[in-house]
């Protein structure tokens, strides 16, 4: 398990900014796996340049956010990682992680 495929479930779920990503992450599995907000924001980056996600016009606040949204290519590349056998290598490899992505809500999302 890698942290872009932790990103790429939660932006199925729904779109979100970095800040709002991390806060979801250490939320729903950060008991088990931690992720700092330099590695989200380094892996949104990654997943933008790659094509698998895209970032949204920035909405005129006070605060700047920019948010990010799964791309068809995306949503291609969290399926194939779904259904691939993962040999459990431990803990921090997301085994336990895989495991909840595939009993979570944005499963029947990205089918």
Avoid: N
């Amino acid at each position: 398990m890698s942290l872009p495929h932790a990103l790429l479930t939660a932006l199925a779920e729904r779109t979100g900014s970095g800040s709002e990503l991390a806060a979801r992450f250490d939320k729903s599995i950060g008991y088990f796996w931690q992720a700092t907000h330099q590695q989200i924001y380094r892996e949104l980056a990654r997943l933008e340049e790659a094509g698998f996600i895209e970032s949204l016009p920035e909405e005129s606040t006070r605060v700047r956010k920019r948010a990010y949204r799964i791309l068809p290519a995306g949503k291609r590349e969290l399926k194939h990682w779904i259904v691939q056998q993962h040999e459990p290598a431990g803990m921090r490899d997301g085994s336990l992680y895989g495991g909840w992505v595939r009993c979570c809500a944005s499963f029947r999302k990205i089918r």
